[in-house]
């Protein structure tokens, strides 16, 4: 048998011992949060914060200042387009 279909058998043999082995060990993202978390554990968090209506006023001008800006952009861009086809010797 060559050498490249019995890696792949041996590979295959690997994945499915691993996929059924009782005990998987856990990351190492996850053994630091435990270690962290064992001495200094997360306090609660909402799943979402209370919105701020103090700045909403203000986020929603900006948001129409942008749309504004990119709309005309876009509008200027086109213009000028259609001025350089117009020029354009044919």
């Given at each position: 048998m060559p050498q490249h279909e019995q890696d792949g058998q041996e590979r295959e043999f690997d994945l499915r011992w691993a996929d059924s082995?009782?005990?998987?060990?856990?990351s190492a993202r996850a053994?630091?949060?435990a270690?962290?978390?064992k001495h200094n554990p997360p306090g609660p968090v909402?799943?979402?914060?209370?919105?701020d209506h103090?700045?909403?006023?203000?986020?929603?001008r900006s948001s129409?200042?942008?749309t504004a800006v990119v709309l005309g952009s876009v509008a200027a861009v086109i213009l000028l387009l259609g001025y350089i086809n117009?020029?354009?010797p044919y």
């Open positions: 082995a009782e005990h998987k060990e856990p053994r630091m949060l270690a962290r978390w909402p799943f979402r914060p209370e919105p103090r700045s909403s006023g203000r986020r929603s129409w200042i942008s117009f020029r354009a």
